[in-house]
């Protein structure tokens, strides 16, 4: 449930509706607009379907909220959240775009990969130190040294680091070393460990599961934002479907729907989403035009040698020219690059 306060209510009519809600036991969670507050009920259902706060002075009217997710709702928050990582903007009027190889596999390779990447605008250096895979001769990961790479060179070209947490375990070593952390599809609801993520302060970037419903999706959101950690972004990767030629279906609709359900940000990554290179230029595109908050981008210096994902990594010179080209795309949709 929401209590919507009126425009003229002040201070004091807000602090005695806050100081009610909370003696029934009920949390409350502001959200402050250029014209009205919302305040949020969450809390035993039972209490909130019996609240009558109409009666208050200052509460303009109350509106039920029928999901199940709460926190992460539009309802709850009508304008949309900015994530501040290091002074990178994710969800404002910028368009954020996150680079680098899907797998951390040296030093030299992740380097050469960030002075490319940084040198074309992108701010985020991404890449996989635990690489969580289908099969389980490939390729894992470097682990804790991967994560010291990423840090290192990341300093070294003033970018942040995006990497994947596989195990609930790793958080606090990951910690240390990313400014976000990535939850993957695998583990979209792996609860427990989105419960120990709502424990920490770090931005937290969500992918889609592989046959996730947006409610689903938006609900393990909730999961983390319950636990105190609000700094949750999407990241649509496409979903399974009966379709072959691409390795996913990236489902632009679901940025649509995101953007009208929730105020959080939503990322798009083209890369896994369609498993193709030459169709991630033409999907980051339309993931912009769409409305898309940011780009992952999976680029690799030597695509055809590279232990995860050759397939779907952009060069160094396939990068420069999409980012050349999403300027206009941005630019026609009111935002920026």
Not at 191 to 196: A, V
Not at 310 to 332: C, H, R, V, W, Y
């Amino acid at each position: 449930m929401i209590v919507v306060m009126s425009p003229n209510a002040t201070k004091e009519n807000l602090n005695n509706v806050v100081q009610k809600l909370e003696s029934m036991n009920l949390r409350t969670h502001l959200s402050t607009g250029d014209e009205r507050t919302i305040v949020g009920v969450i809390g035993d259902k039972k209490i909130i379907a019996n609240l009558e706060m109409e009666m208050m002075e200052g509460v303009e009217k109350t509106v039920r909220i029928t999901e199940k997710y709460k926190i992460v709702s539009r309802d709850f928050h009508p304008q949309d959240t900015i994530i501040d990582v290091g002074g990178i903007k994710i969800g404002g009027k910028n368009i954020v775009v996150m680079a680098g190889p899907c797998a951390v596999e040296s030093l030299e390779q992740v380097r050469e990969t960030a002075a490319a990447v940084k040198k074309a605008g992108a701010k985020i250096l991404r890449g996989g130190a635990y690489k969580p895979r289908t099969s389980p001769y490939d390729f894992q990961g470097l682990g804790e040294d991967g994560l010291k790479i990423l840090r290192q060179v990341a300093d070294e070209f003033d970018l942040k680091v995006v990497t994947e947490v596989v195990d609930r375990q790793d958080i606090p070593l990951i910690e240390e070393y990313a400014d976000i952390l990535q939850v993957g599809a695998r583990n979209m609801q792996n609860f427990q460990m989105l419960k120990s993520l709502g424990k920490i302060k770090k931005p937290i970037m969500l992918k889609r599961g592989l046959s996730a419903t947006i409610s689903e999706w938006l609900n393990a959101a909730e999961y983390i934002v319950t636990g105190g950690n609000e700094n949750v972004m999407f990241c649509e990767r496409g979903i399974r479907t009966y379709e072959t030629f691409t390795r996913n279906t990236l489902d632009l609709s679901a940025v649509a729907a995101v953007k009208e359900l929730s105020h959080l940000p939503i990322i798009v990554d083209p890369s896994h989403g369609t498993g193709r290179r030459p169709m991630v230029m033409p999907m980051a595109r339309a993931a912009i035009a769409a409305g898309a908050d940011g780009l992952m981008i999976e680029v690799h210096p030597h695509p055809e040698k590279a232990l995860s994902d050759g397939n779907q990594s952009l060069t160094p010179k396939d990068f420069q020219d999409l980012m050349s080209n999403l300027g206009e795309i941005a630019a026609a949709v009111g935002r920026t690059i």
